[in-house]
């Protein structure tokens, strides 16, 4: 069974730093990873994804996230904080074979200072 | 196109009692994907409907059931509510069968037991 877990449940960065949430997980076969965002009373909204295709995944409003198997991490980073990023940042997992089922992370919040 | 939706947004029940929440997909999506989401257990799966049919269930009591219609929509019905049940519900659609697709979630039902 595959697994996901986020290095730190709260974070907090300087407007204008460089923003790093941490994932990693684990799985028997290749798996496929996402990022997800949830801001206050919303659903997700996916970031990006990984799906074999290139290790170094580029994703929307700036961020990206590079897949590395011997480290089995997923990693997202932003280099440059905006108040807009505050949110909770989720990553999650699926395998081939297993539908449409999502294994999530427990979750970030990101706390931008101004 | 317009994005998915779920109804209602917001749902305060009693003990035992029984809900039914539902789900409108994005349209063209055949895969409607439901999530529990709580503070302390954070989101986990439900189960998913492909074609109406239950392709995947997540470790849950018999209480959750749901079904999916002809035109993709799908219900999810809890019934014997506990207080424990009282979470988000986060409903998603995916247009293809693959595992790397993307899921497009719904802004979720708040559902409170007392």
């Known amino acids: 069974a595959q697994s996901v877990t986020q290095l730190g449940s709260h974070v907090s960065v300087s407007e204008g730093a460089l923003v790093l949430l941490r994932c990693n997980y684990s799985s028997s076969v290749p798996p496929y990873l996402f990022w997800y965002v949830q801001y206050p009373n919303q659903g997700l909204q996916l970031l990006l994804k990984?799906?074999?295709?290139?290790?170094l995944v580029k994703g929307i409003n700036g961020f990206e996230a590079e897949f590395k198997k011997s480290e089995t991490s997923f990693h997202l980073t932003k280099p440059s904080a905006h108040m807009s990023d505050a949110a909770e940042y989720f990553c999650a997992v699926s395998v081939s074979g297993s539908a449409r089922q999502l294994t999530f992370g427990s979750g970030t919040q990101l706390t931008v200072l101004p | 196109k317009a994005g998915v939706t779920q109804t209602p947004r917001y749902l305060i029940k009693t003990r035992g009692q029984q809900v039914t929440l539902s789900c409108s997909p994005i349209s063209g999506h055949r895969s409607v994907s439901w999530y529990q989401q709580t503070p302390g257990q954070g989101l986990q799966f439900l189960f998913e409907?492909?074609?109406?049919?239950?392709?995947n269930k997540g470790n849950f009591p018999g209480r959750f059931s749901g079904r999916q219609f002809s035109n993709s929509r799908s219900e999810m019905n809890v019934s014997t509510l506990e207080l424990g049940d009282s979470a988000l519900y986060l409903c998603?659609?995916?247009?293809?069968?693959?595992?790397?697709?993307?899921?497009?979630f719904g802004p979720g039902t708040r559902l409170t037991v007392l």
């Open positions: 998603a659609s995916t247009e293809g069968q693959g595992s790397y697709n993307e899921q497009f």
């Open positions: 409907y492909f074609s109406e049919t239950q392709r």
């Open positions: 990984y799906t074999s295709a290139a290790t």
